[in-house]
């Protein structure tokens, strides 16, 4: 079950790593209705202020996955679920509704008015992006993995491989070779091993 590993802990670390890359770019286009008709690009960290954290945690779970034992698998997958939902349902908000309150912090820097009926007072015109479509789609793989995780976890090979195992636990495996050792280190004394 090396591939299935494998499998959910590249589709964690992909949603991870594009919803960091997202929460850099610009999510929506934002026009002020101020004369000039001012443009303000609003980026994922803005529109949703949770997405780079989430992003990070993603991240972590998907790098850890690779070395933990069957109970970390599920709290992991279960973490990673919820993770998936929470910001998929920011985004999927952010994508379908556009809210003005997802340009409030930039609209707020920009101009020093704050409030949310301000804000929208000022606004004359949203426009999207593509990045929270693709947010959307990372969460809907991270979710897919983290399910995959609590379906097929238990399965997952286990344990340090041969390479790495103690001697004890490695010379179990093949009939104790330190035991001929010691019957060679009898000999050189003189000893009978057969004695």
Known sequence: MRRARSTAVLGMLLAGAIGVISSTQTWI???????????????????LPV?????????????ALSIVGPVLRYVFGALGVLIAVFVGIGTA??????????????????TGISGTDAVASLVSNLSLTPWPAVTLLAQAVLAAAAVFTLVTGRRWASGASRKYRTGDEAGAETGRPHDAIDSWDDLSRGDDPTA
């Open 93 to 110: 908000q952010i994508l379908f509704a556009t809210p003005v309150a997802a340009t409030a912090a930039t609209v707020t820097d920009a």
């Open 29 to 47: 286009d934002v026009t002020l209705d101020d004369g000039a008709q001012q443009t303000l690009a609003v980026p994922g960290a803005e529109a």
């Open 51 to 63: 997405l780079t954290p989430l992003s990070l945690a993603a991240l972590a779970l998907g790098a």
